[in-house]
Every structure is written in C-alpha cells, then in structure tokens.
T-cell receptor, first 115, second 111 residues
Framework: DAGVIQSPRHEVTEMGQEVTLRCKPI?????LFWYRQTMMRGLELLIY????????DSGMPEDRFSAKMPNASFSTLKIQPSEPRDSAVYFC?????????????FGQGTRLTVV | GESVGLHLPTLSVQEGDNSIINCAYS??????FIWYKQESGKGPQFIID?????DKRQGQRVTVLLNKTVKHLSLQIAATQPGDSAVYFC??????????FGAGTRLAVHP
C-alpha cells in the first residue's frame, strides 16, 4: 500500500479564496482524521470519521472549515473563505485496530500558506 | 514567522547512548498509546504502540513503558543514531481510534 496520500503537498492562495485539501486513506482503514499543525498549537485534531460518518467535528475552528468523506477511499477538508491565520500544515491520518494492534498512519501533509 | 510558539523540551544525547523520552497523559480511560517520530517536513511516523493492559512493549531498538498509576509513558531508544534526531510525540487513543497528541519532545543526537 502507498500509505495515506494527501494532495496537494503545498498550496499558496490569496485570502478569501476557497481551498480544498484531499486525502486518500489506507485501504481497509475505517477511521480517518484531519489534523492541523502549527508552531503555536502543535498538532490539533480537527475532525474525524468512522466508516465514512463524521463522529466529532468539535475541533473545527470555525464555520469556514468543512470536511466530507463521500466514500471509504476519499476525504476533503475545505476552507472557504481562507484567511492568513489558516496557514499551517494539515495532516490526514487513517487508522484501524486488529486484535491487539492499532495501526495509525499519517500522510505527508499539505502545507497551506494564505497570503 | 511566528515569534512565540510551543517550547518543545529538547533531549540532547551522544551517538551510541540510550535515550529516554517521557510523556504524561491525561485520560486514564485511554485504550492505547502510540509513539510517533516526526522529521522536518514530514508527517508523523508510527514507531510503536502499547495497549492499556500492558506495561511494556519492545520493538526494534525501542521499548515503550506504561505506568498507569501515574499516567506516564516513556520511549527508550537503544544505541541512539543521528537518524533518530526528530521530534517525538506520544498520543493517547480511545473510542473510534481517536488520537490526542502531546506537545512533543525534540531529540538531538550529537556525534
């Protein structure tokens, strides 16, 4: 498996524009997470899905942020309109638990810069 | 850039020495714990996990110890190498495999 795949790797956009980040989880993993990493706050959990259903979006900072998971192999995180303070690295992770082992793997992240 | 941010504790070790990275967690109901390594410009990389019903687990050059009494987790790296230099995070997991991360510790390995 190629691991968790995120696109794009880098995104530079102007304030006010819509930004869509994409994630393909590892096949067979039933949970998907979106995290944001900044120097100020570290790794913050934004939202997570289980079996494609959003379970907890209490970490989403504002209504400008939304996430969807239309099927088991694809998720998006959208920011509309974007603001400079949204600049961060956004990570997607997928997980599954089998027996006594938990697999939880991250993508390489999307570095978002809003100017 | 930002002038104020998380002050990550730094552990400096000599190449070849053993490293011990510590983590305090908050939720006594967490089902499992995971250690991640994050190198600059990369996503967190899974190192090792431990279930809450265990107190020790060993991997290749790494050992994780869990003390539920004081809610403390540690990662021991044997014979630390320059390639081990990174930021290390502990994460606690629970329902739906939700992971909550600590602030991280920077490991600096000197030749």
């Amino acid at each position: 498996d190629a691991g968790v795949i995120q696109s794009p790797r880098h995104e530079v956009t102007e304030m006010g524009q819509e930004v869509t980040l994409r994630c393909k989880p590892i096949s067979g993993h039933n949970s998907l997470f979106w995290y944001r990493q900044t120097m100020m706050r570290g790794l913050e959990l934004l939202i997570y899905f289980n079996n494609n259903v959003p379970i907890d979006d209490s970490g989403m900072p504002e209504d400008r942020f939304s996430a969807k998971m239309p099927n088991a192999s694809f998720s998006t995180l959208k920011i509309q309109p974007s603001e400079p303070r949204d600049s961060a690295v956004y990570f997607c992770a997928s997980t599954t638990t089998t027996g006594t082992n938990t697999e939880a793997f991250f993508g390489q992240g999307t570095r978002l810069t809003v100017v | 850039g930002e002038s104020v941010g998380l002050h990550l504790p730094t552990l400096s070790v000599q190449e070849g020495d053993n490293s011990i990275i510590n983590c305090a967690y908050s939720n006594s109901a967490s089902d499992y714990f995971i250690w991640y390594k994050q190198e600059s410009g990369k996503g967190p990389q899974f190192i090792i996990d431990i279930r809450s019903n265990m107190d020790k687990r060993q991997g290749q050059r790494v050992t994780v110890l869990l003390n539920k009494t004081v809610k403390h987790l540690s990662l021991q790296i044997a014979a630390t190498q320059p390639g081990d230099s990174a930021v290390y995070f502990c994460a606690e997991g629970g329902g739906y495999n939700k992971l909550i991360f600590g602030a991280g510790t920077r490991l600096a390995v000197h030749p």
